[in-house]
């Protein structure tokens, strides 16, 4: 044999050697079954199964997939004996590895805890764990040249039933930063890498800085302050030079958060129809009240005036640049006015009588509106014109203006100084809006980026809910019955198997309805849920609209999703805009905004439409190219791997040993641990820490 085999590669005379050895159970088959089993636990927990290769897995799988406990229910496979050893380790030696992590860990990011009397609260110390998290991105030896970009963020989830946290940290954005794992560019959008354009969403590049266990309110942020602090300092004069690593120069720090986080953080904002007197939008000075305002002729934004658009639904941003730029406007135009009229715009405003509202119902009907037209020739219209031309004298007089010419000359030269009071008005609400909240704001607006995942999601659904409402009125009408429970049913039977499934495959898909039954509630779906819908919603449409009568509201609904979902798809798009795509964007914008309030009114219009259709979402894509890599989609990933290490990898605030008292036992500790070692496991220390086991 050995003659036959003296050609052969090793590996190959192995195998015969082994076959002999071991399948034809040369020496017995005991005896084989005996050596063969101790020769391959050796090997699988000495090279394969290791304590530490466990305790990764278990760190960086998803959600939290493998557990303490599952390796010893994997254990029982082998039906040891007492103190006998298995081709798996005991939870109690990777145990043991995690506490060595936790060790290293605590020097070169460690948790502590803070007091607060809102809750349990731990944190990272920021600049360590920052200082790494650049490290492992290959960001640390660039951000100590020149300014690197980083995303911090906010954001409340559950737990479990009645048990909320609240936590901050931040996200990788840079367009250098390097892929740990793959080593490849996080941000590369080549035809060749496809498909890493998306890694920038891994839950894998978020981090945890901090954490309370509480709701999620506005006294809640406070407890954050020093967490805005420390990143305002970064965003003005970087990391300083410290025992920890040398100087680091300022960086770019913005934050993505959702509608309600946002308000918080800025201290303004509310919900759009909540009060008619409260400032809801935190980027504009736009009022409940006003929430279908627009402005016509030289008070248009540039973009209206030179496509054309006759109103111009869109609202100045009040971000530093723009409120220096309005407020050496103001002064220059008010000083300017009051050597012309003689008095302030504000005593003008006060004593004025004559209103420029050109987007009012009744303006052509009011005396009082500069756009008043009579109707006929009755008495009681010559007695209104008669009124309305007096009026035109007195507002030219009070503002120390010509009263000669016709009506119409009058009324031209009057609606001029009003359009230009309205601007000067408008340029005066911004200034004053900027200050409100400012002194208490944590971030500026201009760092405040809205989430897209989180747009989108809410304006499907309130497009959903208004169709649904839509329908269930219609309904009612044609029917001349309160009752919508046939209708509600059919509506279930399409999304159910001809939008969200199929008529072998069908959902259970349920449409919500108020207390009394007879009204659709708010619409609340999942993004995956919500996306679907909007782009199958024509079979819905048209049993909705199917009365001969209802053909011009059926296309209008048509048309209004070609316009919103274009729009929404471009803005997932993970690569830069060009100037092309942003216009090609705001113009689908525009269009799908003026048939929403053809459509449904102000009852349609949120704080995210509200957002679209005036043109914010435009001002943050001029000033960030892509707010894709900005979505809230990895840290609500993160928040869902939190709750699943909270369930499956801790003890969920219990049991910490009989000697451990009441106010040391945790819930956030063990979760924070799994992300301590994750970051750990990420920069490469995990490994070389065991390198030698």
Same mark, same amino acid.
């Given at each position: 044999?050995?003659?036959?085999?003296?050609?052969?590669r090793n590996v190959t005379?192995?195998k015969v050697?082994?076959?002999v050895?071991?399948?034809m %159970?040369?020496?017995?088959?005991?005896?084989?079954?005996?050596?063969?089993h101790q020769?391959?636990?050796?090997?699988v927990?000495?090279?394969i199964?290791?304590p530490?290769?466990?305790?990764k897995a278990?760190? !960086?799988?998803?959600?939290?997939?493998?557990?303490?406990?599952?390796?010893e229910?994997?254990r029982h496979v082998e039906?040891?004996?007492?103190y006998?050893r298995?081709?798996?380790?005991?939870?109690?030696?990777?145990?043991?590895?995690a506490q060595? &992590?936790?060790e290293?860990g605590?020097?070169?990011?460690?948790?502590k #805890?803070?007091t607060?009397?809102?809750?349990e609260m731990?944190?990272?110390?920021y600049e360590r764990?920052?200082?790494?998290?650049?490290?492992t991105f290959?960001?640390?030896e660039i951000?100590q040249?020149t300014s690197?970009?980083i995303c911090?963020?906010l954001?409340?989830?559950?737990l479990?039933?009645?048990?909320?946290?609240?936590t901050?940290?931040v996200k /990788?954005?840079d367009k250098r930063?390097?892929?740990?794992?793959?080593?490849?560019?996080?941000f590369t959008f080549?035809?060749?890498?496809?498909g890493s354009a998306?890694?920038c969403?891994?839950r894998?590049f978020?981090f945890?800085?901090?954490?309370l266990i509480?709701r999620?309110?506005?006294?809640a942020?406070d407890?954050f302050?020093? %967490?805005?602090?420390?990143?305002?300092?970064?965003?003005d004069?970087?990391?300083?030079?410290?025992?920890?690593?040398p100087?680091l120069q300022?960086?770019?720090?913005?934050s993505?958060?959702d509608m309600s986080?946002?308000?918080?953080?800025l201290?303004?904002?509310?919900?759009a129809r909540?009060?008619?007197?409260?400032?809801?939008?935190?980027?504009?000075?736009?009022n409940?009240?006003?929430?279908?305002?627009f402005?016509?002729g030289?008070?248009?934004?540039?973009?209206?005036?030179a496509?054309g658009k006759?109103?111009c639904?869109?609202?100045?941003?009040?971000?530093?640049?723009?409120i220096?730029?309005f407020q050496e406007m103001?002064e220059?135009?008010?000083?300017?006015? /009051?050597?012309?009229?003689?008095?302030s715009l504000?005593?003008i405003?006060?004593?004025?009588?004559?209103?420029?509202?050109?987007?009012?119902?009744?303006r052509?009907?009011?005396?009082?509106?500069? +756009?008043y037209?009579a109707?006929g020739?009755s008495?009681?219209?010559?007695?209104?014109?008669?009124?309305?031309?007096?009026?035109?004298t007195?507002?030219l007089?009070?503002r120390? &203006?010509?009263?000669?010419?016709?009506?119409?000359?009058r009324r031209?030269?009057l609606?001029? #100084?009003?359009?230009?009071?309205?601007k000067l008005?408008l340029?005066?609400?911004?200034?004053?809006?900027?200050?409100?909240g400012?002194a208490?704001?944590?971030?500026l607006i201009?760092?405040?980026i809205?989430?897209i !995942?989180h747009?989108e999601?809410r304006?499907?659904?309130k497009?959903?809910?208004?169709?649904?409402?839509?329908?269930?009125k219609?309904?009612?009408?044609r029917?001349?019955a309160?009752?919508i429970a046939e209708?509600?049913?059919?509506?279930?039977?399409?999304?159910?198997t001809r939008?969200?499934?199929t008529q072998?495959r069908p959902k259970?898909?349920r449409v919500?309805?108020k207390e009394n039954?007879?009204?659709i509630a708010?619409?609340?779906?999942?993004?995956?849920k919500?996306?679907?819908?909007?782009?199958c919603l024509?079979p819905?449409?048209?049993?909705? %609209?199917?009365?001969?009568? +209802?053909?011009?509201a059926?296309?209008?609904?048509?048309?209004?999703?070609?316009?919103y979902n274009?729009?929404?798809?471009l803005?997932?798009k993970?690569?830069?805009?060009?100037?092309?795509?942003?216009e090609?964007?705001?113009?689908?914008v525009?269009s799908?905004?003026?048939?929403?309030i053809?459509l449904v $009114?102000?009852?349609g219009?949120t704080?995210?439409?509200?957002m679209?259709g005036? $043109?914010h979402?435009r001002?943050?894509l001029?000033l960030h190219?892509?707010?894709y890599k900005f979505?809230? #989609?990895?840290?609500?990933s993160?928040n869902?791997?939190m709750?699943t290490?909270?369930?499956?990898?801790?003890?969920?605030g219990?049991?910490y040993?009989k000697?451990?008292?009441?106010?040391e036992?945790?819930?956030?500790?063990s979760i924070l641990?799994? %992300?301590q070692?994750e970051l750990l496991?990420?920069?490469?220390i $995990?490994?070389?820490?065991f390198? +030698?086991d």
């Amino acid at each position: 044999m050995a003659v036959i085999m003296s050609k052969t590669r090793n590996v190959t005379r192995l195998k015969v050697v082994c076959k002999v050895l071991f399948e034809m %159970f040369l020496f017995g088959y005991d005896e084989t079954r005996f050596v063969f089993h101790q020769m391959a636990r050796k090997f699988v927990r000495e090279e394969i199964y290791k304590p530490w290769k466990i305790l990764k897995a278990m760190d !960086m799988s998803p959600k939290g997939s493998l557990n303490y406990r599952g390796i010893e229910t994997l254990r029982h496979v082998e039906c040891l004996q007492k103190y006998e050893r298995g081709f798996l380790p005991s939870s109690s030696s990777v145990q043991e590895k995690a506490q060595r &992590m936790y060790e290293v860990g605590q020097e070169l990011c460690p948790i502590k #805890q803070e007091t607060s009397p809102l809750g349990e609260m731990f944190s990272f110390e920021y600049e360590r764990t920052v200082r790494l998290i650049l490290k492992t991105f290959g960001l640390h030896e660039i951000a100590q040249m020149t300014s690197v970009e980083i995303c911090i963020t906010l954001d409340g989830a559950e737990l479990c039933d009645h048990l909320n946290h609240l936590t901050a940290g931040v996200k /990788l954005v840079d367009k250098r930063a390097i892929d740990p794992k793959t080593k490849r560019p996080l941000f590369t959008f080549s035809e060749e890498l496809l498909g890493s354009a998306f890694s920038c969403q891994s839950r894998n590049f978020c981090f945890i800085l901090k954490s309370l266990i509480g709701r999620d309110t506005k006294d809640a942020y406070d407890a954050f302050s020093d %967490f805005f602090k420390f990143f305002e300092m970064v965003r003005d004069i970087g990391i300083p030079a410290s025992e920890h690593g040398p100087q680091l120069q300022p960086m770019i720090v913005l934050s993505s958060q959702d509608m309600s986080s946002l308000w918080k953080c800025l201290k303004t904002g509310t919900g759009a129809r909540k009060n008619c007197n409260s400032y809801f939008c935190h980027v504009c000075p736009c009022n409940s009240s006003d929430i279908l305002f627009f402005t016509e002729g030289e008070n248009r934004c540039d973009r209206c005036k030179a496509k054309g658009k006759e109103k111009c639904y869109h609202w100045h941003v009040g971000d530093k640049a723009s409120i220096d730029k309005f407020q050496e406007m103001l002064e220059r135009e008010v000083t300017e006015y /009051l050597d012309n009229v003689g008095a302030s715009l504000d005593e003008i405003k006060k004593s004025s009588k004559m209103k420029y509202q050109p987007n009012a119902v009744d303006r052509y009907n009011d005396v009082h509106n500069i +756009d008043y037209v009579a109707n006929g020739g009755s008495d009681d219209n010559i007695e209104e014109l008669f009124f309305f031309s007096s009026l035109l004298t007195e507002e030219l007089k009070l503002r120390n &203006m010509p009263i000669t010419g016709s009506l119409e000359e009058r009324r031209e030269a009057l609606r001029n #100084q009003l359009v230009f009071e309205e601007k000067l008005h408008l340029l005066k609400l911004a200034v004053e809006r900027s200050e409100h909240g400012k002194a208490a704001a944590l971030m500026l607006i201009e760092q405040a980026i809205p989430c897209i !995942m989180h747009l989108e999601n809410r304006v499907g659904e309130k497009i959903l809910t208004m169709l649904l409402s839509t329908g269930a009125k219609l309904y009612q009408e044609r029917r001349s019955a309160g009752n919508i429970a046939e209708y509600i049913a059919q509506v279930e039977r399409i999304v159910s198997t001809r939008i969200l499934g199929t008529q072998w495959r069908p959902k259970q898909w349920r449409v919500p309805i108020k207390e009394n039954c007879q009204e659709i509630a708010s619409v609340s779906l999942s993004n995956t849920k919500t996306r679907q819908l909007m782009t199958c919603l024509e079979p819905l449409i048209d049993y909705i %609209f199917q009365h001969p009568d +209802d053909a011009t509201a059926r296309q209008d609904w048509l048309e209004l999703l070609d316009y919103y979902n274009p729009a929404i798809e471009l803005l997932r798009k993970p690569t830069e805009f060009s100037d092309e795509e942003i216009e090609e964007f705001q113009t689908l914008v525009d269009s799908f905004y003026e048939k929403w309030i053809k459509l449904v $009114g102000s009852e349609g219009i949120t704080n995210y439409v509200h957002m679209l259709g005036s $043109g914010h979402i435009r001002y943050y894509l001029i000033l960030h190219r892509n707010l894709y890599k900005f979505s809230q #989609q990895n840290w609500e990933s993160l928040n869902e791997k939190m709750k699943t290490t909270y369930f499956r990898n801790t003890q969920r605030g219990g049991n910490y040993g009989k000697n451990t008292v009441e106010n040391e036992r945790y819930y956030l500790l063990s979760i924070l641990k799994v %992300f301590q070692r994750e970051l750990l496991w990420l920069s490469g220390i $995990g490994d070389e820490l065991f390198k +030698d086991d």
